[in-house]
């Protein structure tokens, strides 16, 4: 069964510094991948897709995340964090079926320090 | 393009008092729906989804309902809502098999007292 990993619940990061948000995923399959980003009080918004084309995937406001099935990740990163960045970030699994459910992790809520 | 549209953005109603929450999707046809639940602090839940017009699949069985009256339209019911069932409410759609990210709608804030 498709699962999805984030690894720490709050990542708190200084304006101008590397952001790394980390995801793991369990697939019976070849997985498709996503990051969605959620700023407060509003819907999710998808970052990247990873469909088994390019493995580094480039996104929208400069993230982009790389899968590696070695290690079964799919981290997001972004060179030079910015204070628009802080949000919560979801990384998610498609089980690539008709009925195409989505496996949410349960989110990395990203903070940034001036 | 599409637009997802969900109404109202907030919405306050006492325990036992009956819900419609609604979503509509313009710009596409015959879209899967989805609605999820977030509750403080536990991430997303799916309740309900939709490959067509009439046909729902829950997840969470529960007291809230769902239906598909319509090819781009999707409602959440309840007919006694429980303290419970405040949260932030997401809709989302899906091009039909063309591909397999969910697009979400703005949400609606529910709160039950």
Known sequence: AQSVTQLGSHVSVSEGALVLLRCNYSSSVPPYLFWYVQYPNQGLQLLLKYTSAATLVKGINGFEAEFKKSETSFHLTKPSAHMSDAAEYFCAVSLMNRDDKIIFGKGTRLHILP | ?113
């Open chain 2, 1 to 113: 393009s599409q637009t997802i549209h969900q109404w109202p953005a907030t919405l306050v109603q006492p325990v036992g008092s009956p819900l419609s929450l609604e979503c509509t999707v313009e710009g596409t046809s015959n879209p899967n729906l989805y609605w999820y639940r977030q509750a403080a602090g536990r991430g997303l839940q799916l309740l309900f989804y939709s490959v067509g017009i009439g046909q729902i699949s829950s997840e969470v069985p529960q007291n809230l309902s769902a239906s598909r009256p319509q090819d781009r339209q999707f409602i959440l019911s309840s007919k006694k809502l429980l303290l419970s069932d405040s949260g932030f409410y997401l809709c989302a759609w899906r091009f039909g098999t063309v591909s397999y990210e969910q697009y979400f709608g703005p949400g609606t804030r529910l709160t039950v007292t």
